[in-house]
């Protein structure tokens, strides 16, 4: 079987890996990043509809506390706006009864981007020579080397697709889904093993809903868009429109535990009953609608994700470490940051560490930042 030699592969091709790549390309080392799906973007992804980008990940950044994602969307022409918050918000109580409530404005100001969130990743694309990204190339088992590491892909009850060999290895996916489902040689100590099983994948148990109108008809009558729900099934709504206007939309995350989800067919027609309720008849016959249960998705939540955390845990590089193997692999991805862990800016923080920590590889600067 064929094995590809390289300097570097990065594992992950969501916003932290695909970073990585890019600030590897500026550099002199080979290298090739692995993506198990058959796209980018990990859980950044951004479905578009007549030219619109909804996002059914990530939707926000908060200019004040992203400075990262901030001088990323700049350096790459993006722009964004400031998520639409004027107007009255809705309350719905458990029985199901709907009042009008002041609005809940998000401190600090949260921002849209402009063509979705998927822009940043398409532009980092642009800047990652052709052939460095291979998609559908899932890891199933990395084997430490006396000069680095031999990696897997494929499934380890069938017969391997393809191997790599690298003097390094970036590991820019969850450390909670790599330890659950990559096989190390050897084993990994049982202290780190035990800390990335701990680390939860942010997000992972959530599922979003994305609706599209012509028209905003709630603004008409003074409301925001924002509405929050103890019944559901949608348990926190935002509005979703375009920065001018059309396609006006409402977006929201499923209040419903991910075990007592139903399908998503089943949940779309539930949601579909409950936005009349909030803002009036129309918002129940939408021209477009997008639902994404991330829980349901196998290269990004495990079992364990399916109990989500309601509270943003307190994340840190794995029992302190920001690699194993004396660095031989290198954690990058956001649970792994030690500064805004879970969100983008701690997807980027991280990459930028992995890839300052790759000394002795001839070419490798330290990061931009
Ligand atoms: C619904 C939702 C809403 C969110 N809202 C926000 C928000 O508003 N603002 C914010 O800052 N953050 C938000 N987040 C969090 C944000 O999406 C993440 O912080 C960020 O996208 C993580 O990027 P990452 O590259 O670290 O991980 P991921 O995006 O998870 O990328 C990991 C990649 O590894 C790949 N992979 C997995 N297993 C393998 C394997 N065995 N072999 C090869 N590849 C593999 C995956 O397919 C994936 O592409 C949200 C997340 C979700 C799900």
């Not at 990940?57 to 639409?84: C, D, E, H, K």
């Not at 890891?139 to 031999?150: F, H, K, L, P, T």
């Not at 590991?171 to 790599?178: D, I, N, Q, T, V």
Request: aromatic fraction near 10%; glycine fraction near 12%.
């Amino acid at each position: 079987m064929n094995l590809e030699k390289v300097d570097t592969l990065i594992i992950g091709g969501g916003l932290s890996g695909i970073y990585a790549a890019a600030l590897l390309a500026e550099t002199q080392t080979s290298f090739v990043l692995l993506e198990a799906r058959s796209r980018v973007g990990g859980r950044i992804l951004s479905p578009s509809h007549q030219g619109f980008f909804t996002d059914m990940g990530p939707s926000w950044y908060w200019p004040v506390i992203n400075p990262r994602v901030s001088a990323l969307a700049g350096m790459l022409g993006l722009t964004g706006f400031p998520q639409f918050e004027t107007g009255q918000a809705r309350f719905q109580a458990r029985d199901g009864h709907v009042e009008t409530v002041d609005g809940y404005p998000m401190a600090p100001p949260a921002w849209r981007l402009r063509g979705g969130m998927i822009a940043l990743v398409r532009g980092l694309c642009n800047r990652i020579p052709e052939n460095i990204i291979r998609l559908d190339h899932p890891v199933c088992a990395i084997e430490r080397r006396s000069d680095g590491a031999q990696v897997t892909v494929g499934r380890l009850d069938q017969k391997p697709r393809c191997r790599f060999a690298a003097a390094r290895i970036i590991l820019a996916m969850p450390p909670r889904l790599a330890a659950r489902s990559i096989l190390f040689t050897p084993e990994l100590p049982y202290d780190l093993s035990q800390a990335m099983l701990r680390a939860s994948t942010w997000m992972a148990g959530q599922a979003k809903f994305f609706a599209l109108y012509d028209t905003a008809d709630w603004r008409k009558i003074g409301l925001s868009g924002q509405g929050f729900s103890l019944c559901g099934p949608l348990g926190e709504i935002h509005d979703g429109s375009g920065e001018t206007g059309r396609p006006y939309g409402l977006t929201g995350f499923i209040g419903i535990p991910a075990l007592r989800r139903k399908t998503g067919d089943a949940m779309i027609s539930a949601i579909l009953d409950q936005l009349p309720c909030l803002f009036g008849s129309a918002a129940g016959q939408p021209v477009k609608v997008f639902y994404r249960d991330w829980a349901r998705e196998a290269f990004t939540a495990t079992e364990y994700d399916l109990r989500s955390a309601h509270n943003h845990p307190e994340f840190l590089p794995p029992s302190g470490n920001m690699g194993f193997w004396d660095d031989t692999v290198l954690f990058a991805g956001t649970e792994t940051a030690d500064h805004m862990s879970g969100y983008l800016e701690g997807a980027l923080a991280s990459a930028e560490r992995a890839v300052s920590l790759l000394r002795g590889i001839p070419g490798i600067k330290s990061s931009r930042r």
